[in-house]
């Protein structure tokens, strides 16, 4: 019922909105839909969050979104919040007032991303969470990755590395990602599930578990600098929630001469990550193919842009655990990144051995088998 509501509603605004032009700037293509009342605009409204976090939002989503809404042909409008609550209600309020029938938003925290997504339904505008879920905000959609599994790989990967290293027990710490952002709640769930066993049967010690305020590097360096002063540098392995999580651990780690001896693990298949695996100062990453989170995206966002249901692509569900709605959901599968399976990333697309393969990692990437 609440969804052939919403498309009712969406089909209304789509064909009442006369919009001048493209919004300003180059974040914009242009692209119309016949309308029985005329010709009117589909116009899609992205806010990412910042580009502080992880790289990702800028060389990779902010891309493949244009690339998507470019090849179809419709208006839309991609900014980038830079952290800024105020900023991202700011951009939210601008992106409205210009016309936009679809908005997609990548939240700060649940509660500016809420205020933001129910200001856009009272407008009859179609929302759409994108790799983050808003608790309680009431998406009509939400497209992601698998998150739990995110962070399964990154325990599994975990103690792969610990095993190789011949450690069969280990003092390991949790560095994970925001508070705020559910999803680092799902990836320390994931992990934690992986790790149960060992940790259960007494094999690895948990001796620190602390999550960093805003995904924030620098204060992640802080923290990991703490736990390992605290435990006297008796930490054997680090489950970092990203790359840039990751990178801060092992500063700390080169800062006291072991980096290398410490599996630390990782998210988003960085540059910076796939140059710490090929260095051999990072155990893993995950891989998210962007391409594919950003495709999907925005097919379902042009859709409800054109006043379609997009139900055929949403095949999947999450609950909202503030809530309890379940959630029209596309879902997509993470893969853990080895040493050896660098070279896979970049034959994706997703980066280039350029970018990657440094003068001072050219061995490393032979041998990883990049060419």
Request: glycine letters at 10%.
């Amino acid at each position: 019922m609440r969804r052939s509501m919403f498309l009712a509603t969406a089909a209304v605004t789509a064909t009442g909105l006369l919009l001048a032009g493209c919004a300003s700037g180059d974040d914009s293509s242009g692209g119309s839909t016949e309308t029985e009342g005329g010709t009117t605009t589909a116009k899609v409204g992205v806010i990412l969050p910042d580009s502080k976090s992880s790289a990702r939002w800028e060389t990779a989503d902010r891309k493949y979104l244009e690339e998507a809404f470019q090849a179809a042909g419709v208006d839309y409008d991609i900014q980038n919040a830079q952290g800024d609550k105020t900023q991202f209600q700011t951009i939210a309020d601008q992106m409205i007032t210009s016309g936009v029938n679809v908005l997609m938003i990548v939240n700060l925290d649940s509660g500016s991303g809420k205020a933001v997504l129910s200001k856009a339904q009272s407008q009859g505008i179609a929302t759409i969470d994108y790799d983050r879920l808003t608790l309680g905000g009431g998406a009509d959609y939400y497209v992601s990755f698998d998150n739990v599994e995110v962070g399964r790989l990154q325990g599994q990967g975990l103690e792969k590395c610990l095993t190789d290293a011949g450690k069969t027990t280990a003092n390991i710490v949790y560095l994970n990602g925001s508070p705020t952002d559910n999803n680092a709640t799902l990836f320390n769930e994931g992990a934690v599930e992986a790790l149960s066993t060992k940790v259960d049967g007494g094999e690895y010690t948990v001796v620190a578990d602390q999550a960093v305020p805003d995904w924030d590097n620098q204060q992640a360096g802080t923290i990991f600098e703490q736990m390992y002063t605290e435990t006297g540098g008796k930490i054997d392995g680090v489950l970092a929630a990203n790359d840039g999580l990751g990178n801060a651990a092992i500063a700390i780690l080169k800062k006291n001469g072991v980096n290398g001896t410490v599996p630390v693990t990782g998210q988003d298949a960085t540059d910076q990550g796939l140059q710490n695996i090929l260095a051999g100062d990072q155990c893993m990453t995950v891989y998210k193919a962007v391409k594919k989170e950003a495709d999907a995206a925005a097919a379902l966002a042009v859709a409800l842009a054109d006043g379609e249901d997009p139900s055929d692509q949403a095949t999947a569900t999450v609950t909202d655990t503030e809530s309890g709605e379940d959630v029209a959901s596309v879902l997509l599968s993470p893969e853990a990144i080895y040493f050896d399976d660098v070279k896979d990333v970049i034959a994706d697309g997703y980066t280039t051995k350029e970018n990657v393969c440094t003068a001072e990692l050219a061995d490393a990437c032979a041998q990883a088998g990049i060419s």
